[in-house]
């Protein structure tokens, strides 16, 4: 995908920025969605220095802190008729990161605790995140808590039932349903898909983190299984969001990953496809590449790729939920480098995103 710019910005410490806001815009109107924290940022236009200044100098009451570019919001426009639902993924622009910017001036938004990033940074990105996702609508709820997991690739599910004052340790798991006002559920991501599934009726959350192993196991599946067990769910009130993840397009898997979905699922050979690899240097230096091999088992041969979102809608289908309510993102990480941390697109060395759904 290109960043075509439209029009010249005529600020030049916001160009890289507004080139990727217009990168996500084309993204989303090609999927159906909008996000919805522009109207929180000065055009770029009128953003001169005394205007900046001015606007410093209005918020007395702020602390000092780093300055940071609003950040981009994902959310699914199906739900903003919800006003008691809190929704959104976070994007990669915006933040204060700078730990995986490298090559811009411009602040990114690392959700996660990373071996390379600062706490600091990421506690700071966490709260204009949270900030952003409650501002988005009327009133804030009075007591917020945002629950994350230790994500270990499981098909694991807990009931948040608030807080746990004293306790800073994250459980281990990679799905959580709640429905307390004030309670926030965060998965964080960088190529797994992000999954959020709302009981609109009964006003019950929930978050899941599925990669391979994750959907191998079931975790949406599960997770639905679970509301319906605690909170008496039913399929028809579900509404279900698939984010940014890693597409069929760049996510090449082993053999033990088709075995263990022919093993899990039925409809396990609609989920994958085989991709012949074009790399230029294998195409011009074949002979390098030969191997003794039986034809058929060469490593030359086609690559076979997952589609984790098809397999994540196609659990969301079973366990009930409308075809037209699961909301599927449908962008790659890894195609999209500037507009999302990818694990892959970046070999390992990138950030978090961040996808929350709670009750206001
Ligand atoms: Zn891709």
Redesign the pocket.
């Known amino acids: 995908m290109s960043l075509r710019t439209k029009k010249t910005s005529s600020s030049t410490s916001t160009a890289s920025l507004d080139a990727a806001l217009r990168g996500i815009d084309e993204l989303l109107g090609a999927v159906g969605l909008t996000h919805g924290t522009r109207r929180t940022r000065p055009p770029a236009s009128k953003k001169t220095a005394s205007s900046a200044r001015q606007a410093a100098a209005q918020k007395k009451s702020a602390p000092k802190k780093k300055a940071a570019s609003s950040p981009t919001v994902l959310r699914v426009p199906a739900w903003e008729r919800y006003p008691w639902l809190v929704q959104g993924f976070s994007t990669r622009p915006g933040g204060v990161s700078k730990a995986y910017a490298p090559r811009t001036l411009q602040g990114e938004m690392n959700l996660g605790f990373t071996v390379s990033d600062t706490q600091k940074n990421v506690q700071r990105n966490r709260e204009i995140f949270l900030r952003t996702l409650l501002e988005a609508k009327s009133a804030p709820p009075k007591h917020v808590a945002l629950t994350l997991l230790r994500q270990i690739h499981s098909g694991i599910v807990y009931r948040v039932d608030g807080a746990r004052p004293g306790d800073a340790a994250l459980r281990s798991g990679d799905g959580m349903i709640a429905a307390q006002p004030g309670q926030m559920l965060g998965i964080l991501t960088a190529d797994c898909l992000p999954i959020l599934v709302v009981d609109v009726r009964q006003r019950v959350v929930a978050a899941f983190h599925a990669g391979w192993r994750g959907t191998a196991a079931r975790i949406v599946e599960r997770g639905v299984g679970r509301m319906q067990a605690e909170f008496g769910s039913k399929p028809a009130d579900l509404t279900a969001a698939i984010g940014p993840g890693?597409?069929?397009?760049?996510?090449a898997v082993g053999d033990e990953v088709r075995n263990e979905f022919d093993s899990q699922f039925a409809y396990s050979d609609q989920l994958f496809r085989e991709v012949y690899d074009s790399d230029p240097i294998k195409e011009k230096y074949p002979l390098l590449f030969l191997t003794a091999r039986a034809p058929g088992h060469s490593d030359l041969g086609p690559s076979t790729h997952l589609d984790l979102a098809e397999a994540n809608r196609r659990q969301l289908l079973d366990a009930g939920v409308g075809e037209r309510k699961i909301h599927v993102l449908g962008v790659?990480?890894?195609?999209?480098a500037a507009q999302f941390f990818s694990h892959r697109?970046e070999q390992g060395f990138t950030g978090r995103m961040m996808s929350v759904v709670g009750i206001r």
């Open positions: 890693i597409g069929a397009c760049c996510y790659c990480t890894a195609c999209h697109g």
